[in-house]
């Protein structure tokens, strides 16, 4: 279908941006890669009044390093992403999720912040996002202030960002040695969004587990993390025994979805099967 | 209505959009290149590739005013001007790598754009490269053999693409 028609406005930067956006009033939307917001206007299932472009502002594009954490502006492409030094350096789980998302023509326009904004609990980044501790920096007529991952999504497709602030970057916190990483999804056809992933770091030191974060995909309204499981593996050996022990917590405070693609007790069994692959893949036993 | 310019297989363009119109309908309705198809509603079936400043894009979820100031090519800017096929559109005639054909601009768009960045994939970086791409009839498996042979005959000649 053709979407409903809207304003189109494209700002040359990110002040222009946030002034469009506090103009255009509560239907304004603002327009990142579009390959979420595209979809969902062909389908007539939104009808902004005014599109506010800002997918090609230079500023909130790259990577770059900043002392104890990288910075990804937010309109940053997937297909950037994973090619990206810094990513592959100092937070290689994001690479490896987002080589997951979708296909190569989706990667090239979709962009991280985009998909974070979108804030679909059957992303792949969001729980990666929550595993790695990242700080959204949200953007808006009273300036810039920076959300703590734990408190950035709030519910399906709904995230603390206000009506009128643009999500600018993400910062990745830098980890030290001994972390280790895997993002472990299952789905079952190409191109297709997680039934349920997870996302591992791992810090190991002779032989076992000193400190877990666990981020699970597609398990609930938002993206989580697996406490329990985090705290069954403090400390714990890294052993196959000792790792599927712990991963029979991973669903424990999740509400996993039930839908075509499986009922929320098959999500659930999927958590422990994927949190102990995935954490034994990080953690190299 | 909203002014753009773009540079659609080798000529410049410069037209009025509703700023709702798509790519894959100012394509194919404002400027009749209807070489590139549409599939699905869903931007699942990638039959719309072209491809967007050098990179494959699925034109049905792409605003035509995302694309103002690019340069794009589709199916029909493939074979050079004196009508000899591209290596790709080539090796999908020699492999016979349709059979309705639909899926074909698209595929071969992705194909492209999958050896420009990659020239020598393997059998599993190709079913990756072509993960967008839908095709209802082949089975995939002599489109994998037209691209392996695409590849070998772009290297061969230099990569040209
Ligand atoms: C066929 C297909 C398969 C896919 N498969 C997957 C998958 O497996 N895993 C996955 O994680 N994703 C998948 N996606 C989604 C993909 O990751 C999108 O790129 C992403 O969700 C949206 O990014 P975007 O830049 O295109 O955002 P847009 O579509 O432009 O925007 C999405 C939402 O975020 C808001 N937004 C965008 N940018 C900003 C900003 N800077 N500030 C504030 N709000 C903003 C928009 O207003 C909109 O509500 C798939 C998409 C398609 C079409
Ligand atoms: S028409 Fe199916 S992806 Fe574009
Ligand atoms: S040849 Fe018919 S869809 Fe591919």
């Known amino acids: 279908m053709i979407p409903a028609a809207f304003d189109y406005v494209r700002p040359d930067s990110v002040a222009q941006a946030v002034s469009a956006l506090a103009g255009a009033g509560e239907d304004a939307k603002v327009l990142g890669g579009g390959q979420s917001l595209i979809p969902v206007l062909r389908l007539r299932l939104a009808y902004p009044s005014t599109l506010i472009d800002v997918g090609r502002l230079a500023e909130l594009r790259g990577v770059h390093d900043d002392g104890d954490a990288i910075v990804i502006g937010a309109m940053t492409t997937h297909h950037e992403v994973m090619h990206d030094a810094l990513v592959g350096e100092h937070a290689p789980l994001i690479a490896q999720a987002t080589e997951t998302v979708a296909d190569p023509q989706v990667r090239h326009r979709g962009t991280f912040g985009g998909a974070l904004a979108h804030a679909d609990p059957a992303g792949d980044l969001g729980a990666v996002a929550l595993a790695l501790d990242c700080e959204f920096v949200a953007t808006g007529p009273s300036g810039e202030r920076r959300i703590a991952a734990a408190d950035f999504f709030l519910d399906y497709l709904t995230t603390a960002l206000a009506p009128d602030e643009l999500l600018t970057a993400v910062r990745v916190p830098k ?90 007790d098959y999500r659930e069994h999927l958590a422990r099967v994927l949190t102990k692959r995935a954490v034994l893949a990080a953690a190299g036993s | 209505m909203t002014r753009i310019n773009v540079n659609v297989d080798g000529i410049s363009y410069t037209d009025e959009v509703e700023p ?65 096929l591209h290596p790709v559109q080539q090796a999908f005639h020699d492999h016979h790598a349709l059979q309705c054909g639909f899926c074909t601009p698209g595929m071969m768009m992705a194909v492209r754009d999958l050896l420009q960045d990659n020239p020598d994939p393997s059998e599993a970086e190709i079913r990756e490269g072509i993960e967008g791409n839908l095709c209802r009839c082949t089975g995939y498996q002599n489109i994998v053999r037209a691209v392996q042979a695409a590849a070998a005959n772009l290297s061969s000649t230099g990569g040209q693409s």
């Open chain 1, 175 to 264: 980890l030290g040695p001994g972390w280790l990483s895997h993002y472990e999804k299952f789905n079952r056809v190409a191109q297709a969004w997680s039934i349920v992933a997870v996302a591992a770091l791992v810090h190991r030191e002779n032989g076992s587990i000193t400190q877990a974060r666990i981020g699970l995909t597609n398990m609930g309204s938002t993206p989580l993390r697996a406490v329990a499981v985090e705290h069954a593996l403090a400390g714990a050996d890294a052993s196959g025994e000792a790792v599927g022990a712990a991963a029979e917590h991973a669903a424990e405070g999740t509400a996993a979805p039930s839908d075509l693609s499986g009922k929320s």
């Open chain 2, 20 to 84: 709702r119109t798509l790519l894959v309908h100012y394509l194919r309705e404002q400027l009749g290149k209807i070489g590139t198809v549409v599939g699905c509603d869903t931007s699942n079936c990638g039959a719309c590739t072209v491809a967007l400043d050098g990179q494959s894009v699925k034109s049905c979820t792409l605003l035509a005013v995302q694309a103002d100031g690019g340069d794009i090519t589709t199916v029909e800017g493939l074979a050079a001007e004196d009508g000899t």
